[in-house]
């Protein structure tokens, strides 16, 4: 015979276990399954290791979705403030950054303690390395659950499996198979939060600068990000490009500023008056790393004397590397991206509940569904916010 419970969860992430120990306090029996050794692996990841866990900025224009409107009802009922009280009642000690990034001093391993400390309290069951290997609708909002550990019997479902992104983390694409199963739209998925990768020639020019970082502007379509710049082996990486990448469509440009703030045709024509034999590529490694400094200075003017050019030269310099216009290749794809765009389609759940609305019982929350966040924090707690949602009704 099955076991019967009340809720099972699928996917022991950040809004699976919020889910889980909401649902506990209510006094509802709650199982969470996952197929992996260890709960919370993408948890541990974040933040470098130090979870960025909220950001002092949600709102809802920081979330891509197909409804952009339907995360503002779960972001407001628990917000980063409420999750924060959580972290700070737990004496954790964490620490804001730049662009109100909270992260945990700790380490990551902290947030975890605290979440799985509070399942234990509130009676959650953990079952890892359990792979789900069938569902069934029993009628009356009853489900089967087989898994490789056994059949459970629930009245609740969460499906809190994650995205597609980091596989080597465990992630796979059941989230979604569950949805369709049950008749519920998946909108188009890809990666986001990625790298960028290069064209063919674009990478043999820029193959020497990998390991190179800058403060740079990125800019794709009204949308732009000031943060750091990575070059890398396959292409362009770091804040700014990971932002980007939630806008970027294949084919488009990136409009990409490497001295944001600097007048460089002035500061050309300063040095050309103090240092008129100083060659043009040393002037720009003045202000640009030395290597970065000889890859984008023109290849028939790098080596010619400031004295030698004009600033009508200087302003085509400048544009250059002001107003850096480059088409990606591709992107490093799922491997390496943070997160997922798209997912289960809002427009068949309950903002309030996270509940599909044809098939009651039967709930979504976190990464799995079309609701994406920048970078920073948000969607840890968008997995925070729905997953306490879908607590208070399971």
């Not at 479902?157 to 519920?184: E, Y």
């Not at 063919?200 to 502007?217: S, T, W």
């Not at 765009?341 to 044809?358: H, I, N, P, Q, Y």
């Amino acid at each position: 015979m099955p076991d019967v419970i009340d809720v099972i969860i699928i996917g022991a992430g950040a809004a699976g276990l919020m889910c889980a120990i909401q649902a506990g306090r209510r006094g509802r029996t709650v199982r969470v399954i996952d197929h992996g050794r260890r709960p919370g692996r993408k948890i541990l990841m974040s933040g470098g290791g130090h979870c960025n866990f909220t950001n002092e900025e949600i709102r809802a224009e920081h979330y891509i979705s197909h409804n952009p409107h339907f995360c503002k009802s779960a972001l407001s009922r628990f917000s980063q403030w409420d999750f924060l009280e959580m972290v700070r009642a737990h004496d954790i000690d964490y620490s804001c950054r730049d662009h109100g990034q909270l992260f945990c001093d700790g380490g990551s391993g902290r947030i975890l303690e605290m979440l799985l400390g509070e399942c234990r309290r509130a009676g959650v069951v953990l079952q890892m390395e359990t792979g789900v290997e069938a569902i069934r609708p029993l009628g009356g909002r009853r489900f089967g659950v087989r898994t490789s550990r056994g059949a459970h019997e629930c009245t609740s479902l969460v499906v809190a499996t994650g995205g597609l992104s980091i596989p080597a983390a465990g992630a796979t694409g059941l989230g979604f198979d569950i949805a369709r199963q049950f008749g519920i739209p998946v909108q188009p998925t890809s990666p986001g939060l990625v790298p960028l990768t290069l064209q063919p020639r674009d990478k043999a020019r820029l193959a020497d600068l990998a390991g190179i970082a800058v403060d740079a502007e990125v800019r794709c379509g009204r949308k732009q990000f000031r943060d750091p710049l990575l070059f890398t082996h396959r292409g362009l990486s770091g804040p700014a490009i990971l932002q980007i990448s939630l806008e970027w469509q294949p084919g488009r440009e990136l409009f990409i500023d490497l001295l944001p703030e600097l007048d460089l045709t002035a500061a050309l024509a300063i040095q050309r008056q103090s240092h008129p034999r100083r060659t043009l590529k040393s002037a720009l490694a003045e202000y640009l790393p030395k290597r970065l400094a000889t890859a984008m200075a023109p290849p028939e003017a790098a080596d010619t004397p400031l004295t030698q050019l004009a600033d009508a030269q200087f302003r085509r310099i400048e544009a250059g590397i002001r107003q850096w216009r480059l088409k990606p290749g591709g992107t490093e794809g799922f491997r390496t991206a943070e997160i997922t765009l798209g997912g289960v389609d809002c427009d068949a759940l309950s903002s309030k509940t996270m509940e599909a609305r044809a098939v009651p019982g039967l709930f979504f929350i976190g990464e799995v569904v079309d609701v994406t966040g920048r970078l920073g924090g948000y969607n840890l707690q968008w997995a925070w916010s729905s997953g306490w949602c879908a607590g208070q009704y399971v």
